[in-house]
């Protein structure tokens, strides 16, 4: 899948590298173009990324991403059977996204179920025309075996919400003052930690202590 294709650059490289295309281009010129290039030999959608079906049958994404909205784009997309993404955003988005310290609440959540990878830096005057900022290569890869189910993947987003909007500790709004006692050496994390300051493996870990003591099993 080529999101926000344009003028169809990411869709040729796809297409000569063998592959199925789906382009997705929500300005009706742009769309327009695309179908007289390439015809019958790709998929054009003209739609935003945000309002587009997500697909049922694995995918993969390959796209040169709005700087502007690459989190939101991100964050529908990726909950779909995406096997693997290939995207062009902005440095400091990427840098945020790929480091293990400090996480985001998007950061924690992506990790449960991909690899993170910051693959390359792009400077701007790589683009025509040149963004005022410099851009990076951030490469996603889907875990073999996914820190959370893929079944409690909506259930952990909301978890993983009221944890980083609760306030400055891991335990307000998540955790009693008791799990943190029994979790902290567990998982190796200050029992004061602010949720920036865990990485995806404790915070999925805190998430199954709370799923059992939800369950009643200790």
């Known amino acids: 899948m080529d999101v926000g294709a344009g003028t169809g650059m990411l869709t040729r ?24 290039r390439f015809g019958g030999a790709i998929t054009v959608a003209e739609v935003d990324a945000l309002d587009w079906p997500v697909p049922t049958e694995p995918f993969a994404i390959v796209a040169n991403l709005p700087f502007a909205g690459s989190g939101a784009i991100l964050s529908r997309l990726l909950r779909g059977p995406v096997t693997r993404a290939l995207v062009i955003v902005e440095w400091a988005f990427a840098q945020k996204q790929a480091a293990v310290w400090p996480t985001t609440l998007k950061s924690a959540y992506w990790r ?14 790589a683009f025509a025309p040149p963004p005022t900022v410099d851009a990076a290569v951030l490469r996603f890869t889907r875990r073999a075996q996914p ?7 909506e259930r952990y987003w909301r978890f993983l919400s009221r944890a980083f909007h609760a306030g400055t500790e891991v335990r307000r709004g998540v955790l009693t003052p008791l799990q943190i006692k029994r979790l902290a050496p567990a998982l190796g994390f200050r029992p004061n930690a602010r949720p920036r300051d865990l990485d995806a493996c404790q915070w999925a870990g805190i998430y199954a202590a709370s799923r059992r003591k939800a369950s009643g099993v200790r």
Not at 112 to 125: K, Q, S
């Open 13 to 36: 490289a796809l297409l000569e590298a063998g592959a199925r295309v789906v382009a997705l281009e929500r300005d009706a010129s742009l769309a327009a173009g695309l179908r007289a």
């Open 112 to 125: 449960a179920f991909y690899e993170i990878e910051l693959a390359r830096r792009l400077d701007r005057t």
């Open 147 to 153: 820190l959370v189910l893929p079944s409690e993947a």
